[in-house]
């Protein structure tokens, strides 16, 4: 749900009880929407995340390790300069709006002052702003002095709070009240709890409408008048934050307790939990997305290479038809006078005999029109030995092309792509992250997809540099498996001396036909053999094998428990 102002109100409270005298360790800028604070509370260190982020704008501890960006940007090294090493005075919601302010004792060898890191969680309009006696220092989001804004976001400005919503506050009881009975008069005939709870969404700050739903339940069954309830509510009711699932997957998050809702030991947990599957998600997606676009980018421009090639060819078919009308003409000059401009000649190369129409350039002798259709043989056929070896090396362009895509779409976690944006990068597809400073990125080797069926050990590469890495891995007697005619991940059975039972091998075959683009076919064929009988040849393709001595078994996929 939308952070409203009677969340933020009890997220504050829970931060404020952790973090007050806490330290700023360590500062740092994921990206161009997400701060993240190391915390020294006394006892432990905590990770806080501050996010600007239009759909994820939020203020909480997590858990989540990301990698920050290679070069700190401008607002981060601001608050480094400012904010290293400070005390965590304070952290309090500021009036009822959706604004968390932590105020900090900041300490050097020559001064020390407090200042005040304001967050506005506000969808699209969230920023971070630091300030020191009502100065900023610096924004996440800098407004320039030309923007309509009724707000200058300049190093020098003064800081001015966001403009309220005109909306009623839920501790303005006279105005609750008038608007309650406004409400009332407009239902003469009763209404339903639904339409109340959208009324008081629509015209009380600070509320999202699931909120005011609670509000509008918990006032009936107490029996008290809304007007007399709200402002109770907003100010007391206690924090029972809890996290709804729908199959194991966190869908929303809530500050009290709501039907088919899991209890949660923190509000701050039960965001965590909630925005960080959301954001793994989103960002797979947009992952996904790219590497696709720059898969298929490949293959529209190696099957464009591949149709010219077979253009070409087409044209280099006539090669004979040429070197058969100069052997005419050779044998015939005695019939062909100069100017003429077509000549019809006995045909002894065709099957069923018959003549053949030759067109002859008048300006030429009848031997220099022989030359030319030699000349012309020639050409195509030189033309034809290029393109051949040409044709074959485009066909394996889109095959590679098509199975980049195949991996891709069989790819279920962030793990299963990285490595194919690696093999992009280094086709030229994608551009290489920048380094970040201060040293090199600590590389991780993504495993290979794992499986155990009656003691065996099946393993499952999860794109190209896999299946090659799995090959190079693998002893001469184990078992290697791969979809025909499809783009699969490679299997391997590792025998480790062992007989594979049949079981063993559909177990295996199931799961190397899930894996491909086949996975929603049926009797899928999928061949296997030892891999002493697999062979790389050099300079292919990642993933390109040859192999021989195989056998073929029909299975329907699956994927295996």
């Not at 432990?44 to 239009?54: D, E, G, H, Q, Y």
């Not at 309650?180 to 008081?200: C, L, N, Q």
């Not at 809530?254 to 909630?274: I, N």
């Not at 044709?391 to 895509?405: I, P």
């Amino acid at each position: 749900m939308p952070q409203d102002a009677f969340h933020i109100r009890r997220l504050s409270a829970e931060l404020n009880a952790l973090l007050t005298g806490g330290k700023i360790n360590r500062i740092s800028q994921v990206n161009k929407d997400e701060l993240t604070f190391i915390i020294y509370t006394g006892k432990s260190t905590v990770k806080l995340i501050l996010s600007t982020n239009a759909s994820n704008a939020r203020v909480c501890l997590s858990a989540t390790e990301k990698e920050p960006a290679p070069i700190a940007p401008n607002f981060c090294m601001l608050l480094r300069k400012h904010l290293q090493g400070a005390e965590i005075l304070s952290v309090r919601q500021y009036a009822f709006e959706r604004i968390i302010e932590l105020t900090l004792r900041c300490t050097s060898d020559f001064s020390e002052c407090e200042r005040v890191l304001h967050c506005e969680i506000m969808g699209k309009y969230s920023n971070i702003v630091l300030t020191e006696k009502g100065i900023v220092l610096g924004a996440l989001k800098t407004t320039a002095l030309l923007d309509e804004s009724h707000r200058v976001l300049l190093a020098g400005a003064r800081y001015e709070y966001p403009v309220p919503q005109d909306k009623i506050s839920p501790f303005d009881g006279a105005g609750m009240r008038s608007m309650e009975k406004s409400f009332e008069e407009t239902h003469p005939d009763g209404y339903e709890d639904e339409d109340f709870a959208r009324f008081i969404f629509e015209r009380v700050s600070g509320l999202a409408l699931p909120t005011a739903r609670e509000i509008v339940a918990r006032a009936k069954r107490v029996k008290m008048p809304l007007w007399a309830f709200i402002g109770e509510f907003c100010e007391n009711a206690p924090c029972e934050p809890c996290l709804k699932k729908e199959k194991g997957v966190p869908t929303d998050f809530f500050a009290f307790p709501v039907q088919g809702g899991e209890p949660m030991p923190s509000l701050c947990k039960a965001e965590d939990e909630f925005y960080t599957r959301r954001e793994t998600k989103k960002g797979f997606e947009d992952e996904k997305r790219k590497l696709e676009s720059a898969a298929r980018t490949l293959k529209k421009k190696a099957a464009k290479r591949l149709q010219e090639t077979l253009e070409r060819l087409k044209e280099a078919e006539k090669a004979e038809e040429n070197r058969i009308k100069g052997e005419l003409l050779t044998a015939n000059l005695y019939r062909i006078e100069k100017g003429m401009r077509s000549i019809e000649l006995e045909n002894w190369y065709a099957e069923n005999g018959g003549t053949v129409k030759i067109a002859l350039d008048h300006q030429l002798s009848p031997s220099k029109n022989a030359q030319k259709y030699f000349k012309a043989y020639n050409k195509l056929k030189r033309a034809k030995e290029v393109l051949v070896p040409m044709r074959e090396k485009e066909e394996r362009e889109v095959e590679y092309a098509d199975s980049v895509l195949a991996a891709i779409n069989a790819a279920e976690t962030g793990e299963d792509l990285k490595e194919i944006e690696t093999e992009l990068i280094e086709t030229g597809l994608l551009r290489a992250p920048k380094a970040r400073a201060g040293g090199k990125k600590k590389e991780t080797v993504v495993p290979f997809r794992e499986y155990e069926h009656d003691g065996m050990k099946i393993l499952l590469g999860r794109n190209n540099i896999q299946n090659d890495r799995l090959l190079r891995a693998a002893s001469p007697e184990d078992i290697w498996l791969h979809t025909q005619k499809y783009h699969s991940s490679h299997a391997i059975i590792i025998t480790e001396g062992r007989q594979v039972s049949g079981e063993t091998l559909l177990f295996a075959a199931q799961l190397c036909a899930y894996y491909s683009d086949g996975r929603d076919g049926d009797k899928i064929p999928v061949d296997y053999c030892k891999r002493k009988f697999v062979k790389k040849p050099s300079k292919s393709k990642a993933g390109f094998v040859t192999y021989t001595d195989y056998k073929t078994i029909l299975v329907t996929p699956k994927p295996q428990a």
